[in-house]
């Protein structure tokens, strides 16, 4: 369900892939306006199953990290506000989190971007479990 969800550079919040065009792609965003709109490659679009954190031994899928959130959170949306939470409130929740996360290629925008792309994937009822089933699957 992951390669679905999108990141567009220069855009906030996320969207949903919704069909494929001859030169470009028609996306929906993922907030209460549901608005549909063309995006072109130029626009710099990244799925969010590609995306990855950095730690201190390798990198780790995003949607690992994203189900260490939803495990801390019980499913729900994040305990900390991350646009008023300070920096080192964000670092402290990203450590319990993902204790090995790099400090020094992480920066604490990254993991506010995280948890606002966390609590619209939550709030959407997005669920990615499957996601992580074919990557067990995969590597077994």
């Known amino acids: ?3 679905k969800v999108l990141a567009i550079s220069g855009k906030p919040g996320l969207y949903k892939l919704v069909a494929r065009g001859n030169q470009h792609l028609v996306v929906e965003s993922l907030d209460s306006q549901k608005k549909r709109m063309p995006a072109f490659a130029t626009d ?45 409130e964000l670092q402290d ?16 925008s990254d993991i506010k971007k995280l948890l606002q792309w966390y609590n619209i994937i939550v709030s959407n009822g997005i669920d990615f479990s499957e996601d992580l089933k074919e990557d067990e699957e995969e590597n077994a």
Request: with cysteine.
């Open 93 to 108: 929740y990203f450590t319990s989190v993902l204790p090995t996360w790099d400090r020094d290629r992480v920066h604490d």
């Open 1 to 3: 369900m992951l390669e």
């Open 44 to 88: 710099k679009i990244i799925s969010l199953a590609d995306i990855a954190m950095y730690t201190d031994d390798e990198e780790v899928a995003l949607k690992k990290v994203l189900k260490a959130i939803l495990d801390k959170e019980d499913g729900k949306e994040c305990s900390i506000n991350p646009k008023k939470a300070s920096a080192k």
